[in-house]
C-alpha cells in the first residue's frame, strides 16, 4: 500500500487547503522551526484515527482546528483527507484508490468519510485491520521517542515488543 | 502466547544486531529479557560502539544513544512494517559520519516501505527521492513552498535548510 | 520567604520577556503564578511568538519550545548569576537564523559570563572565542587535538564538524 | 571569578592526562559523537562536588574510572583539577588562583585537594559558598534539561525558582 495524496486544511497552521503528493521511496520536508512540519505529521496520526490530543501536542481535539494568525479568522473546521493506492489488494474494496477523511467541528462534533461517503470510525478502523496501516507506536518516530524507548522505565520498552508480536 | 513473544523477541534481536553494526561500522548490540518469566520480564538493551567497552547505555554519549534507539525501533518494525514509516528529526544529535550512515539504512528500507522525514539537516534531504519546503511568510499560516521530484532539482534552497 | 521568592519571581519574569522577544525578534513571553499561595503554586509558562496567538507551549513547535526554555533557564541565571555557563548541544533542535539569534543573545551575556558551548553546529562554532575539538582515534581514548584562539585561526576543521 | 585551566587524567575516555585551558569569553568544544565532549561537563560537575553518579550518567561513582578500551588497560584512579583565578576577590583565601582537586580509587576511596594540600570535601563546598559557583541546576544547560523545564510536571520548574531566590 502506498501514500498518494495528502489534503488538509483548516488543521493546525494550515487554515487553506494544503496538498501534498507522494511516491514511493523517501519524501523528505524541510523548513524553519515551527512552520508546520510536524503538524503534518499531526494531520497524518489524526486522520488515520489518532484519539489522543495530547499526541497532537494538543490539550483537547479543538486544538487542532487552526485558531487564527495573521490577519485570518479561526477556522469552523478541521478537514484532513489521505488517499492511499493498495497496490497488493489487501484492502476488502474493490477500489485500487481509497480516501479516508476526517473533519472536527467547533462544535466537537466529528465526521469520517470513506471515498467521500460518510462512515463511522470504527469502519475506517475495520478496513486496515490487517494491514499494518495505523498511527502505531513504531510506524512514527519523534525525536522524544528515541529517548523514551532507551529510558530505564522499562514498561514504555515492553509495550512496543508486545504490539509488535 | 510465550512462543509467539518468544519468536518476535529473537527476531528483532536478530535484527537489532544487524543494524547496530550498519549504524556503527561494526561494535555488537543485544537485547536480553531480564527474568525467567517471559511475559512479565523487563528488556534489557547492551550496546557496544566498535572498540569500546560493553556498557549500560546511559554511558552512552547522545549521539551514540539516539543512533542505538532508531536502530532498535527500526528492529521492532521490521518485525510488523507498516506500509509507511515518518521520523521527525531523529537525526538531530548526530555528526556527519552517522547521519551518512543513518541516510545508507534508511534507503535501503525505503525499497520497500515508504519513508516520510522531517529534518533540518542538509544530508539528510540529499537523500530525498521527493521534497517538500515548509514556510511560514505570513506568521501563523504554513504555505507549502517547493517540490523537488527525483533527481532533475536536487539542489536545496540555501534559505530554507540549516547550513549546520 | 514569600517577598524574596516574589521578587525573584517577578525579576525572573522581567529577564524573561527580554530575552524571549531578543531570540523571537518579538513576540510576548510571561510566567505566571497559577494559585494565590505563592509558596505552593506552579508557574505556567505563556510563549507568544510574534504573529502567532498566545498559546499552551505544548502547541509550540520542537525548536521554538528550545528557545523558549533556554530563554526561561537564561533569565533564572541572570537573577543569582555564576561565573560560569556550560551548555551542551542547546542548539541541536534550532534552525540557522535562530541559532544565529542565539549565539547573538550568548555572546551578549559572556561580556560577564565565561562560557564552555559544547555543539556540532557551524554557525555556533563561528562565536567562539577559543575553541577545542576532541577525538577518538584510538577506540575509547578521547584526545583533544586542535585548540585555535581568538580571531587568529577560526576556520573550523572539515573533518571535525558537521556540515549541516 | 574565572575558570583558568582544567585537568582531566583517568576520568571517563580520558586514560591520559589531558589539559583545557579557559579564557574569559565564549570556548567551545566540538568533536564527533561519542568523542568525550559531555565526559568534560561531567569531570566540571564532578569536580565541583557533584555527589550523584546519576548526575554524570553514571550507574555508580566507579563507573567515572576510566573502565579500559583500546589497548588501554582501566585506571586504578580518576583525578580531575580546576583551577580557578578569584578575579574579584571573593574567595575567603589570601591566594588569588585556587586549585580544586578531587580523586577516586577503585578501592572505592575519595581524595580532595585545595591547592594541592588534601582538606575535606566540607572545605571545598565552603569555600564556594557565597560565590554562586558549584554545579546548580542553572550553570549547566543539557539538552534535555530544557525540554524538563518545559513540561507539564511543574516540580522541576518549581525547584529552579526556589533555588534562585
Ligand atoms: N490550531 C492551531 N492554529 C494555528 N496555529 C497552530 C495551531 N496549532 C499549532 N499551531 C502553530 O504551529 C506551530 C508549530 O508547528 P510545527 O510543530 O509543525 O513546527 P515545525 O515545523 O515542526 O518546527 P520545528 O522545526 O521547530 O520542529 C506553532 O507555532 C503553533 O503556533
Ligand atoms: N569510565 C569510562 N571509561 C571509558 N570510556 C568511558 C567511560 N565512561 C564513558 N565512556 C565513554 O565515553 C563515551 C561518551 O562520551 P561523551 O558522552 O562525552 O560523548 P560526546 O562527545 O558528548 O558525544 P555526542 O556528540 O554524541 O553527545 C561513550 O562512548 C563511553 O563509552
Ligand atoms: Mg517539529
Ligand atoms: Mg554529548
Known amino acids: ?165 | 502466547s510465550i512462543e509467539r513473544f518468544r519468536a518476535t523477541f529473537d527476531k528483532i534481536r536478530e535484527n537489532f544486531a544487524q543494524v547496530f553494526a550498519k549504524f556503527f561500522k561494526g561494535g555488537r548490540a543485544d537485547i536480553v529479557l531480564t527474568e525467567n518469566d517471559i511475559l512479565e520480564s523487563n528488556i534489557e538493551i547492551i550496546a557496544q560502539p566498535p572498540g569500546k567497552k560493553p556498557e549500560s547505555i546511559q554511558l552512552l554519549s547522545g549521539g551514540e544513544r539516539a543512533l542505538t534507539a532508531i536502530g532498535l525501533l527500526l528492529s521492532i518494525f521490521m518485525v510488523k512494517p507498516s506500509p509507511f514509516l515518518i521520523l521527525d528529526e531523529v537525526d538531530a544529535p548526530l555528526d556527519d559520519p552517522n547521519v551518512r550512515r543513518f541516510t545508507e539504512v534508511i534507503r535501503e528500507f525505503a525499497k520497500n516501505t515508504q519513508f516520510i522525514v522531517i529534518t533540518h539537516n542538509k544530508r539528510t534531504m540529499e537523500m530525498a527521492d521527493c521534497l517538500y519546503g515548509v514556510t511560514m511568510e505570513e506568521p501563523g499560516v504554513s504555505k507549502l513552498v517547493s517540490v523537488n521530484f527525483k533527481k532533475e532539482e536536487r539542489t536545496p534552497d540555501p534559505i530554507i535548510v540549516k547550513d549546520g
Open chain 1, 1 to 165: 500500500m502506498l501514500f498518494k495524496k495528502l489534503e488538509v486544511c483548516g488543521f493546525k497552521s494550515f487554515p487553506e487547503l494544503v496538498e501534498l503528493k507522494f511516491d514511493k521511496g523517501v519524501t523528505v520536508i524541510v523548513g524553519p522551526n515551527g512552520c508546520g512540519k510536524t503538524n503534518i505529521l499531526d494531520s497524518i496520526r489524526w486522520v488515520l484515527g489518532e484519539q489522543s490530543s495530547r499526541m497532537m501536542r494538543g490539550k483537547e481535539m479543538l486544538d487542532l482546528i487552526f485558531n487564527g494568525g495573521s490577519n485570518k479568522k479561526p477556522k469552523g473546521m478541521a478537514e484532513v483527507s489521505l488517499t492511499l493506492l493498495d497496490t497488493e489488494g489487501v484492502l476488502p474494496t474493490e477500489y485500487s484508490e481509497v480516501t479516508i477523511t476526517r473533519r472536527l467541528f467547533r462544535s466537537g462534533e466529528s465526521e469520517y468519510l470513506l471515498n467521500r461517503n460518510t462512515c463511522r470510525l470504527k469502519d475506517i478502523q475495520e478496513l486496515f485491520m490487517d494491514t499494518g496501516l495505523g498511527a502505531d507506536a513504531y510506524s512514527i518516530i519523534e525525536q522524544s521517542q528515541t529517548d523514551l524507548i532507551l529510558s530505564n522505565n522499562p514498561s514504555m520498552r515492553r509495550s512496543l515488543f508486545e504490539e509488535a508480536a
